[in-house]
């Protein structure tokens, strides 16, 4: 009889910790976000070929979409005119189907990390528009057919404006002006008229910028060219933008009829080299200014810090229905880009699972956003 109670005992045990199990894997950011938009991070290549074990599994139980960090970028993909390596690419994709989600590319059509090639003619002068135009149909219609029906939206091109609202004076726009842009985005539909297509851009909160951005959705939408949102990649710090000024930019892109993409998001702890008093020429003073936090955030800065996290997904839960997806750029403090810009060898916390892959606090408050909390 003591051993029939102590073996009911056990069972009880046994379930009562699958319950809890299966409710906190039930508590994830996916779940949490799934009728409201898609929630996504950017992908590496260790991640990719699930050689990041830990954070692979944080990938798959915590995301609904990815995006690749890399390896989609026309440098990776077409080294040599004409010669495509899609080995990551397809690695990617498969990794996004196998896991049931939402798969973006990215980028088409962008002035950097793309091949010397590109631009030039075999004595390195500069091609013609219509050689350039052939080799900008080539590379998409390539890329974005091999993968149709599988991708599901594009960043067709991406950072062509600059702050002030005028074009960057990239080789595209040399050689081509602002039609680069419509062509582009003309290809990529021809490519795969059923993929979401969209403009990429950064700092995309600037007045200047969002009024260029709005001009150039209204000229599409009358050439009965597609796009479907605008992406806005949110790479901020503790104080710019403030909400206001990030509410009004999606407010302004979204009555040109396009969705909000939030593409490339992460919130820098860390002092921007472009206010510092330090001197620069002073490595040893301006490296300690620059990278206060070797070993931790303190209290206060982490407050702030996720307040700052908190105060946007309230703005977004605020705007769900302009907001197709928001995607973190990459997924723990460790393989952050931020650790190395602008200033390399810094120690930086700027996403929502840290350096032991481990979830911030944060998440679970971001989470309760979702249910009204």
Not at 28 to 37: E, G, H, V, Y
Not at 267 to 295: C, F, H, R
Request: aromatic share 12%; charged share 25%.
């Amino acid at each position: 009889m003591k051993k029939i109670i102590a073996l009911l005992g056990i069972l009880t045990l046994t379930a009562s910790c699958k319950t809890v199990n299966t409710a906190t894997s039930n508590d994830s950011l996916k779940n949490a976000f799934k009728n409201k938009f898609y929630i996504g991070t950017a992908m590496s290549l260790p991640q990719i070929y699930e050689k990041d074990v830990k954070s692979v599994e944080i990938i798959k139980n915590q995301f609904s979409s990815i995006v690749a960090e890399n390896c989609m970028k026309s440098m990776f993909l077409q080294p040599e005119e004409g010669k495509f390596f899609f080995d990551d690419a397809d690695k990617f994709v498969l990794f996004g189907e196998e896991n049931k989600m939402f798969i973006i590319g990215h980028t088409l059509i962008w002035h950097s990390q793309l091949p010397k090639w590109f631009f030039v003619d075999q004595n390195g002068k500069d091609v013609s528009s219509e050689v350039l135009k052939q080799r900008m149909k080539n590379h998409i219609t390539t890329v974005v057919t091999r993968y149709k029906g599988r991708v599901k939206g594009w960043d067709v091109v991406n950072e062509a404006i600059m702050e002030d609202g005028s074009y960057r004076k990239s080789k595209f726009y040399d050689i081509l002006g602002e039609e680069f842009i419509p062509l582009a985005f003309q290809y990529a539909q021809e490519a795969d008229p059923n993929a979401e297509l969209y403009y990429n851009d950064y700092n995309e909160w600037h007045p200047g910028k969002v009024k260029t951005v709005s001009k150039m959705v209204q000229t599409l939408k009358s050439r009965g060219i597609r796009i479907d949102g605008v992406g806005m990649q949110t790479h901020v710090g503790l104080d710019t933008p403030s909400i206001a000024e990030y509410e009004k930019a999606i407010l302004d892109y979204t009555e040109n009829g396009v969705k909000i993409n939030v593409t490339e998001m992460e919130i820098s702890a860390l002092p921007s080299p472009w206010g510092t008093s330090a001197n620069v020429s002073d490595t040893v003073e301006y490296q300690a200014k620059m990278n206060p936090y070797t070993t931790g955030l303190p209290e206060n800065v982490k407050k702030e810090w996720e307040s700052r996290y908190l105060d946007f997904f309230r703005l977004f839960l605020k705007h769900q229905d302009k907001i197709r997806r928001v995607t973190l750029w990459g997924t723990t403090d460790a393989q952050s880009w931020k650790n190395d810009f602008p200033v390399k060898g810094r120690t930086d916390y700027p996403l929502l699972f840290d350096r032991n892959n481990q979830a911030k606090p944060v998440i679970e408050k971001i989470i309760q956003l979702t249910k009204g909390k």
